[in-house]
């Protein structure tokens, strides 16, 4: 894909803007991140989440990206949380950008989908009442994801209740529908010291921002080479169908750093490229990350 081809990116643009103009956190973390260290700040992955069920799984979100030269990479499953994702890598050729975000080089994009076969018939009910409501929504999530709406209707308070006791992945998506879960930012593509995850995590949270903790700050591959953490997700105010309001997760904001491959170890620094540090996604990791929207960890104390 050409770096013309500007359309895509500014599908991007729009959704990373009702990303950022729900999550404060995440949008100041931003703004600390690139005046702090006057660089480009370089997106790892963007993330989404999906109903798994007629249409309105992984496939609803990707079709997008595989249209604009994405290629579909591994599976990740989750089978006590009753998820599994996939990823996906940029087009190889024309994907660098010149500017930040999402008009720099192009994300990998991880989507994952709730297994909603699994889920208690009570939770299946809900689920496919929206899901059927949203009509052909699914064909639309790009749209949906960009403008910042459901394609569905609001659910009661107690819908989204009775969810949540069931899976929170399952009660975050119910209101939040497709859009951008998070964004995180390429540790190792900043300037020192921040190009140190560790450094970076002490340098949020002095800034008095809360990483989540789940299974400790750092999630580290078995391999050692792929670093995440991220924060814990923001609340916002949310008026359901039956007039209830009250505040319901939204996104967060991840960081990764990705180590040199065993096999480049010896290239100079100057030379190391993305290609030769470790790619993809790890099981351990994510599972924990899929946590930053979790009641725990919201209503954990700093
Ligand atoms: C995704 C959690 C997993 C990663 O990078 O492994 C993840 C989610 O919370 O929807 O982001
Ligand atoms: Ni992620």
């Known amino acids: ?111 994952s989908e709730l297994l909603v076969d699994q889920m208690s ?67 190792h593509r900043l300037r020192p010291p921040l190009n140190n995850i560790n450094n970076l995590d002490h340098f949020i949270q002095e800034k008095g921002f809360k990483l989540n903790s789940e299974g400790g700050v750092l999630k580290v591959s078995p391999d050692g080479l792929l670093l995440q953490s991220s924060t814990v997700a923001d609340s916002v105010p949310f008026e359901f169908s039956d007039g209830v309001k009250e505040a319901v997760p939204c996104s967060y904001i991840e960081f990764a750093q990705r180590l040199v491959l065993p096999q480049y170890k010896d290239l100079p620094q100057d030379k190391v490229e993305e290609v030769h540090r470790r790619d993809g996604f790890e099981v351990g990791n994510a599972d924990k990350i899929f946590e930053s929207t979790s009641k725990d960890q919201l209503t954990r104390a700093a």
């Open 121 to 187: 018939p009570e939770a299946q009910e809900i689920i496919r009442k929206y899901t059927q409501l949203s009509g052909a929504g699914h064909e639309h999530s790009a749209v949906s994801s960009a403008l910042g709406c459901l394609t569905w209707p609001k659910p009661s308070h107690l819908e989204f209740q009775q969810l949540a006791r069931e899976s929170e992945y399952a009660a975050w998506t119910l209101v939040n529908g497709y859009a951008v879960n998070h964004v995180t930012i390429s540790a």
């Open 1 to 111: 894909m050409a770096d013309g081809h500007s359309f895509f990116r500014n599908v991007l643009s729009s959704m990373e803007q009702v990303y950022l103009n729900r999550n404060p956190t995440a949008n100041t973390i931003l703004e600390l991140v690139r005046s702090t260290d006057d660089n480009r700040i370089c997106y790892d992955h963007l993330a989404y989440r999906t109903f798994g069920v007629n249409g309105h799984g992984i496939e609803s979100m990707s079709k997008l990206f595989l249209d604009f030269g994405y290629t579909e990479r591994e599976e990740l499953r989750f089978p006590k949380k009753k998820l599994r994702a996939l990823w996906f890598s940029p087009p190889s050729v024309g994907n660098e950008g010149s500017g930040s975000g999402v008009y720099g080089p192009l994300p990998r994009i991880f989507i």
